[in-house]
């Protein structure tokens, strides 16, 4: 379903601290809570008997709901198969945008450099064989959704079997109770490094030219003063080149507030930012896909209160997804900016790494 609608849904090591628990993410008035979760729903033959995980997670996000501590705004990623769509349905979403469909064309490449790139692609690696399926990317709301904007990437900035999914960018407006005015999530999965099954050199140009692309999109769709949150998988991993390019590009989408990278911010502000299920999200910073990068607007001001890894591994290191699911809780501060350091609720701010 392409439209918006309503429906009746640092560093540490995996083998410490692995909880049994399953947390909540305590919320109080004038708060977001944006999750943000690669379920890896890839349909068959990619993947199989994933439908039983699927409805666990589904399971989850509704009993998170009937105690009233589920996230406001969830962020999906490889949400592709019909289970996986059917997520936020489900748990009682009443607003869902989805990312670009198969269909939607990319820009063709115009550059020299893209255009020798785009010759060199492979039968092979899957790179000529079209787009078999969306982008993958949904994002559900409590709150009304106002505006919807999906762009896929360009058709040659793609790299190995990547190109068989629509990759791109899905913006939405939301409307957030009691602020004084709306919140812009911007939701991406970007090209995979291993995964890809090409060279290193082929996925980083097909990922900067992604970047390139999601940095135009965020610059030309967003005012300078509206409150953003950027979330998704953004397969930066521990390669330093990828996680500088990103990271370099990123502090370039707002020249009126700093972007931040939240669960860098809240891990290195420790006890001045709650956290729950610590070790899965040390987990998550260390494997360095999945992020939320935010900035404040001019009459709403968007202040880190607490990140809790709703989905993560249980007590026999098992996890739903391949993926953490981590959900951050920004406290809504209705006057203007009050930062450069406004980035955590109770002061102080971590710089892009």
């Known amino acids: 379903m392409r439209f918006l609608r309503r429906a009746s849904l640092a560093i540490g090591t995996l083998a410490i601290g692995l909880s049994a628990t399953e947390p909540a993410c305590a919320q109080g008035v004038s708060e977001l809570s944006v999750l943000t979760y690669n379920v890896e729903g890839l349909p068959w033959p990619v993947r199989t008997g ?19 501590s589920q996230p406001h705004i969830i962020v999906l990623e490889e949400a592709f198969s019909d289970a996986a769509q059917a997520i936020p349905i489900k748990a009682g979403y009443r607003f869902i ?9 990319g820009a ?11 010759a060199q692609a492979s039968f092979l690696s899957g790179e000529t064989w079209g787009k078999w399926r969306g982008s993958g990317l949904r994002i559900a709301s409590d709150y009304p959704i106002l505006a919807v904007k999906r762009a896929a990437y360009p ?9 068989l999914a629509n990759k791109g960018v899905l913006l939405v407006t939301v409307a957030v109770p009691g602020a004084a005015q709306p919140v812009v999530i911007v939701a991406t999965h970007l090209n995979s490094r291993r995964a890809a099954g090409v060279s290193f050199e082929r996925s980083f140009y097909a990922y900067r030219r992604q970047v390139d692309f999601l940095t135009d999109f965020v610059r030309n769709n967003v005012a300078s003063g509206m409150p953003l949150i950027v ?10 080149q990828r ?10 989408w707002r020249a009126t507030a700093p972007v931040q990278a939240a669960l860098d911010t809240c891990l290195e502000a420790r006890t001045r930012c709650a956290t729950q299920n610590g070790p899965d999200l040390l987990f998550s910073q260390q494997r360095g896909r999945d992020w939320q990068l935010f900035a404040s607007g001019q009459a709403v001001s968007l202040a880190l ?7 993560g591994h249980d007590a026999q290191g098992r996890m739903l997804s391949d993926h953490v699911g981590y959900a951050a809780t920004y406290r ?22």
Do not use: V, W
């Open 50 to 68: 994933r439908d039983a995980d699927l409805a666990r997670i589904t399971q989850r996000l509704q009993e998170l709901r009937h105690t009233g």
């Open 231 to 240: 979330a998704g998988d953004f397969n930066a991993g521990q390669e330093p």
């Open 108 to 118: 063709p490449a115009t550059l020299p450099a893209d255009r020798a790139f785009l």
């Open 97 to 105: 945008a989805d990312g670009p469909a198969a269909s939607d064309a």
């Open 305 to 311: 209160k607490s990140m809790c890894a709703l989905f």
């Open 332 to 353: 809504i501060e209705g006057s203007r900016i009050q930062l450069a350091s406004a980035g955590l609720a109770d002061g102080g701010a971590a710089r892009l790494r």
């Open 155 to 163: 058709a040659y900035a793609c790299a190995g079997m990547d190109c």
């Open 243 to 252: 996680r500088a390019y990103l990271l370099r590009q990123a502090e370039t």
